[in-house]
T-cell receptor
Framework: GAGVSQSPSNKVTEKGKDVELRCDPI?????LYWYRQSLGQGLEFLIY????????KSGLPSDRFSAERTGGSVSTLTIQRTQQEDSAVYLC?????????????FGPGTRLTVL | TQLLEQSPQFLSIQEGENLTVYCNSS?????LQWYRQEPGEGPVLLVTVVTGGEVKKLKRLTFQFGDARKDSSLHITAAQTGDTGLYLC????????????FGQGTTLQVKP
């Protein structure tokens, strides 16, 4: 079956512009996560959606970052007034919540470059 | 801050050598996972360990979860060039939320 897809794969923008990053999770997965990864580094948790529950936004670095998940499926991560330090790869993952193991399936990421 | 310290951050070895990557924390995790990531792709899950002292083997890879569930190691025997990549450990405090805390990663380069 299809995996997690993300678009665009690459985004170059100018400082101060807004950007939207899209994630299409695996069909039937009720949990969705956004992470940020700096070059060659580990992943930094940003936000987590689970079904109709209020999202866990505890990882968002500033109020310029927001995310929504429409209809329990597709998610959009929005960064307003982008800064150069926002440059990173933004990864989305989804998870089927049944079962005891915590397996997340990752998309290929969106590489964001802020000039 | 709940951190996972991963070491070494970079490792360059010859094909056929053995290596070990470590992942340490002061926190107890309900489960710990190891991922491998190749350039331009998302991380791919290698293994999940949930029981203190647990050892899992995946071909030439051996994963161990510490008795206190605060640390883990990944050992690769007779490394091959195909093992080259970024290895990430990630811990979960709750099996319900699935929220993961990642280590900084270990970049492994296996030379022919």
């Amino acid at each position: 079956g299809a995996g997690v897809s993300q678009s665009p794969s690459n985004k170059v923008t100018e400082k101060g512009k807004d950007v939207e990053l899209r994630c299409d999770p695996i069909s039937g997965h009720t949990a969705l996560y956004w992470y940020r990864q700096s070059l060659g580094q580990g992943l930094e948790f940003l936000i987590y959606f689970q079904g109709n529950s209020a999202p866990d936004k505890s990882g968002l670095p500033s109020d310029r970052f927001s995310a929504e998940r429409t209809g329990g499926s597709v998610s959009t991560l929005t960064i307003q007034r982008t800064q150069q330090e926002d440059s990173a790869v933004y990864l989305c993952a989804s998870r089927r919540t049944s079962g005891i193991f915590n397996e997340q399936f990752f998309g290929p990421g969106t590489r964001l470059t802020v000039l | 801050t709940q951190l996972l310290e991963q070491s070494p951050q970079f490792l360059s070895i010859q094909e056929g050598e053995n290596l070990t990557v470590y992942c340490n924390s002061s926190s107890v995790f309900s489960s710990l996972q190891w991922y491998r990531q190749e350039p331009g792709e998302g991380p791919v899950l290698l293994v999940t360990v949930v029981t203190g002292g647990e050892v899992k083997k995946l071909k030439r890879l051996t994963f161990q979860f510490g008795d206190a569930r605060k640390d883990s190691s990944l050992h690769i025997t007779a490394a091959q060039t195909g093992d080259t990549g970024l290895y990430l450990c990630a811990g979960a405090h709750s099996s319900n939320t699935g929220k993961l805390i990642f280590g900084q990663g270990t970049t492994l380069q296996v030379k022919p």
